[in-house]
């Protein structure tokens, strides 16, 4: 596994390659409302989404937030992201 440095340069990579959306910094630190609304205002302006609707896009970035996020997410942060996604769902 890669540790350090080269982690680094793996994920700067990925961010640069993939066709994943661009994220604004800070997106999953806001209120329920400000993920939900950040998260479809990213995924309608952005180009780079994967071939599913906009909606799904930004559930699947939300969704790769909380499962790479694992233990070091807390209780409330996740109830919170949680929320967000039913919010981004309704929306």
């Known amino acids: ?3 350090g440095k080269a982690s680094k340069r793996w994920v ?3 961010q640069e390659t993939s066709n994943a959306m661009d994220l604004p910094p800070g997106i ?3 209120s329920v409302r400000g993920i939900a609304s950040g998260l479809k205002q990213a995924v309608l302006r952005s180009r780079r989404t994967k071939g599913r609707s906009k909606l799904q896009s930004a559930m699947s970035m939300q ?3 909380i499962n790479r996020s694992g233990r070091n997410l807390g209780r ?3 109830a919170k992201l949680q929320t967000a996604k039913v919010e981004l769902g309704e929306s």
């Open 28 to 30: 999953f630190k806001r």
């Open 76 to 78: 409330v942060d996740r």
């Open 1 to 3: 596994m890669a540790t």
């Open 12 to 14: 700067q990579h990925v």
């Open 63 to 65: 969704n790769l937030h």
